[in-house]
C-alpha cells in the first residue's frame, strides 16, 4: 500500500523541512497544524526503520479525534494499530505511540522512556514543567534524527514559557538560539480551510477584541483567558522618572519562600498609582528579605506604609510568632493589606482603565520587568472565571502584590492650601463674626 497525502502549503512544507531541535509550528487558529503532525510523524515512520516517535495531547479524546482516527484511515494497509499499546506499529519496526497529559504529573511517566521524535500537538496546553521534563526523554544511540516539534495557539497555561522561547526568543545560558525555530502560520496561509470554508475566516474576523488579534492574527501579547486584556504596555509602561516627593510613598509584598516579590509605589494627586522600584527574589528568609528590602529604599525616601498579604500574621508551630512579627524585628512594619481575591481583582482592573485625561489609573516604570511579564500572562480561573487562575504559580506573586495595593485604597498626595496673597481681604474677627468694624450705633443701641 502507498501512504497518499495532499499537497503541503508553504509554511507547511517549511515546517516539514526544519531541522533544528526544537520546531514550533502555528500561532493562529486554522493554519493545519494537526494534519502538519500527523502527516510529519508519518513520513518519518516511513523514512526511517525503526524510529521512535511519541505524540502528545493534553487529553485522549483530543488524541483519539484529531489523530488516531484520521491516522487509521491513511494507514490502511500500510501499519498496524494496537488500542491497548496505543501505538502504530510498522512493518520495518517503526512506532507510532499516542500519550496524553491531564495534570502535570502525569508527564512522569515517560521519565526514563526513549523516544528520537516528540511531537507535543496545542505545546501551550502543557506546563513548563511538562515541557522541561519531556526533553531528556529525545535520545537514543542510532543515526535517526532527535527532535521535537510543538504546534501552538496564543494563550493555555504553557502561553508564556512558548513565548519566551519561540516568539521573544529570550534564552537562558544554557539555551543556544540555533536550537529553536518558529514558523509563524494564520488560517489564511491554509489554502484548503480558505476554499472548503471560508465562513470560518469571516467567523475569526467577528470574534470579539482580544479573541480575534489571538486566533485570527496569532498574536501573542493578547490571547483568549488573558485575565487583563486592558493592559498594554505601549499604555501603562513608562520609561523611569524622578517623582515629586510630595507624593506618599508606599511599599507592598507577597512573601513566600518560593518568592519575595516587592513594589514600591507612589501616589499623585489624583490619585494615580505610579509603580517605580521591583523586588523580587526567591529562596529569602525573613530577614534576607527585610534586609533587601531596606537596602532598597534610599534613606531619603520616607515610606508611609508596607502593606503584606493577613497569612502573614498566622502564628508559626514552631516559633509562635507571626512572620509580620519577624519582619517587625527584622526593622520592617508591616500592615495588613485586604485579600478578598475577586474584590481585588477589581479593583485593579479599575486602575488600568483610562481615566479622563487619557491616561491609565497606574503607571508602571519599564525596570519592573517581572510585572509587566507577569500583568500580561495571568489567566482566568477555569472554575470561577471572576478569578486569577493561580497556576502557574509562578506568574501570580508579583500581581497578587498590586492586587493587595489596589484594594487597600492607600491616599494620595494632597496639593498644599495656596495661602491669599492679598491680606486685605482676609477676613478678621469682627469682619467674621460681627459683619464688619463695631460702629458707634452698635455701641449705643439701645440707649
Known amino acids: 500500500m502507498t501512504l497518499t497525502i495532499s499537497k503541503p502549503s508553504p509554511k507547511q512544507m517549511e515546517f516539514f523541512q526544519a531541522r533544528a531541535r526544537f520546531v514550533a509550528y502555528g500561532g493562529a487558529r486554522g493554519g493545519g497544524k494537526s494534519w502538519a503532525v500527523r502527516t510529519k510523524s508519518m513520513l518519518m515512520a516511513l523514512k526511517y526503520a525503526g524510529i521512535r516517535i511519541l505524540i502528545l495531547r493534553r487529553t485522549f479524546p483530543e488524541l483519539r479525534e484529531n489523530h488516531i482516527l484520521p491516522m487509521k484511515k491513511d494507514l490502511h494497509g500500510i501499519a498496524c494499530y494496537r488500542e491497548t499499546d496505543k501505538a502504530f506499529t510498522f512493518p520495518k519496526g517503526s512506532r507510532i505511540v499516542f500519550g496524553y497529559c491531564a ?110 488579534e489571538a486566533w485570527r492574527d496569532g498574536r501573542w501579547d493578547i490571547f483568549a483567558g488573558q485575565y487583563f486584556p486592558e493592559f498594554r504596555r505601549e499604555t501603562h509602561v513608562i520609561p523611569p522618572r524622578t517623582l515629586p516627593d510630595a507624593w506618599p510613598r508606599y511599599r507592598v509584598i507577597d512573601y513566600g519562600l518560593d518568592m519575595l516579590a516587592c513594589y514600591w509605589a507612589a501616589i499623585d494627586y489624583d490619585g494615580r498609582i505610579w509603580v517605580y522600584r521591583e523586588l523580587c527574589s526567591p529562596d529569602l528568609i525573613v530577614s534576607q528579605a527585610a534586609g533587601a528590602m531596606r537596602e532598597r529604599t534610599p534613606a531619603a525616601e520616607t515610606i508611609r506604609y508596607t502593606l503584606a498579604p493577613p497569612d502573614l500574621w498566622s502564628t508559626q508551630k514552631v516559633s509562635g510568632r507571626t512572620m509580620a512579627e519577624e519582619f517587625i524585628r527584622c526593622g520592617v512594619s508591616l500592615v495588613k493589606a485586604p485579600n478578598q ?107
Open 103 to 212: 495534570s502535570e504529573h502525569d508527564v512522569d511517566q515517560y521519565q526514563g522512556q526513549e523516544y528520537d521524535v516528540i511531537f507535543i500537538d496545542e505545546a501551550t496546553h502543557f506546563t513548563e514543567y511538562q515541557f522541561s521534563t519531556l526533553t531528556p526523554c529525545i535520545r537514543g544511540v542510532n543515526d535517526f534524527p532527535k527532535r521535537m516539534y510543538l504546534t501552538c495557539n496564543p494563550g493555555g497555561v504553557g502561553h508564556m514559557w512558548v513565548k519566551r522561547l519561540f516568539v521573544d526568543r529570550a534564552f537562558r545560558p544554557t539555551e543556544r538560539p540555533e536550537n529553536y525555530v518558529f514558523i509563524q502560520a494564520k488560517s489564511t496561509d491554509n489554502p484548503y480551510l480558505v476554499r472548503s470554508d471560508p465562513g470560518y475566516l469571516e467567523y475569526l474576523d467577528n470574534l470579539p477584541d482580544g479573541l480575534r
Open 341 to 447: 481575591r475577586v474584590h481585588g481583582w477589581l479593583s485593579l482592573k479599575e486602575y488600568l482603565k483610562l481615566w479622563p485625561d487619557g491616561r491609565p489609573g497606574m503607571l508602571i516604570f519599564e525596570d519592573c520587568k517581572r510585572l509587566i511579564r507577569d500583568m500580561a500572562a495571568v489567566q482566568h480561573d477555569e472554575k470561577n472565571p471572576s478569578d486569577v487562575a493561580k497556576e502557574p504559580h509562578e506568574y501570580t506573586h508579583s500581581v497578587d502584590s498590586i492586587r493587595y495595593l489596589c484594594a487597600f485604597r492607600a491616599m494620595g498626595a494632597e496639593p498644599e492650601e495656596q495661602e491669599r496673597e492679598d491680606d486685605d481681604e482676609r477676613l478678621d474677627y469682627d469682619d467674621a463674626m460681627l459683619g464688619g468694624a463695631l460702629s458707634e450705633e452698635y455701641l449705643t443701641y439701645g440707649g
